[in-house]
DNA sequence: CTAAATCTATACTATTCCAGTATAGTACTG
DNA sequence: CAGTACTATACTGGAATAGTATAGATTTAG
């Protein structure tokens, strides 16, 4: 019931990449350290952000990350998707065949938590990394 | 980002639990076969809810389990509670010391966090099942 | 052109957690 | 006192987590 580590780097680097100025790109040995990431982790991190298209790369000297869309269109959301897939607070959510009781009937518990699900989905969609820099101090 | 077998099978006897008449127990051999729950496992999960306090239990020959209270002051919570500990989605929810970035002022994120956790926490709490009961055709 | 810097992609590993089993013990009933 | 049923804890195989390692591709500077 809980986000991995994985995902918690992921949002102290998309966090670092929308506080830079547009365009600007970060290497990854940077981002590590700024962010107390390991270094090597980083760069599993970077390519599943890269892959699900939220962050976007050069090589070579002088290379790095940036943001491949405006902080205001990236959430928490998509941060979360893009290291450990559809969200779902129990199995039945994620897959429906999941339950091995084989209701016959819609099941109460399901209906219920289906519902806080969708709660926070909303929220998590709602948090934008742009309104998220907005708070730092 | 899930809840485990063990709460879900936890959930099913708890419901099956609430839907008996009044001071009725079922034994756990009856409990794992009516709600699919593997016969051995069953235990755990009842003495987990037991030590808890929301069951009661009778041994000897007619024993079985029963709620310990009406089913209107059980929740979802509490019954996630007895097999997880306290809810967290995120590490520094659960302890803050947690984060291993040792963040000098406050975390946008870990405030998000804690909003959207809060509102599910309290939805989760808000579901008794005395009302879950009451929506089963 | 070539070397160094940097990302890409995948394989590997140690540790921990999960789901379930097993078993020795305690209490109640008839 | 024998049988039924819960109590409590130890044990186990397999999967997931949190990283590490490495071989390769691309870009830029000189
Ligand atoms: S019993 Fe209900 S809550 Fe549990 S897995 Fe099945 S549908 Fe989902
Ligand atoms: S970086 Fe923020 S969200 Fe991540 S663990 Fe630290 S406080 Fe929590």
New binding site residues.
């Given amino acids: 019931m809980q986000l ?4 918690d ?1 992921a949002f102290r680097a998309v966090l670092h990449l929308a506080s830079l100025p547009a365009g600007a ?5 940077e ?1 590590a350290e700024a962010q107390a990431i ?4 980083v ?2 991190i ?2 599943a952000l ?2 699900a298209g939220l962050v976007e ?9 940036g943001l491949a869309r405006p902080a205001a269109e990236i959430s928490l959301l998509d941060v979360i998707e893009a290291l ?1 897939g559809p969200v779902a607070i129990h ?1 039945c959510l994620a897959e429906r065949e999941a339950c ?1 009781k084989h209701c016959t009937s819609e099941c109460p518990v399901h209906a219920a938590l289906r519902g806080l699900q969708d709660g926070l989905v909303a929220g998590l969609r709602r948090a934008t990394f742009a309104s998220l820099v907005a708070k730092k101090p």
């Fill in positions: 991995n580590q994985a995902t780097y790109v970060v290497s990854a040995r981002l390991p270094p090597r982790f760069l599993k970077m390519h890269t892959r790369s050069r090589r070579g000297p002088a290379g790095g990350f450990e199995r091995n």
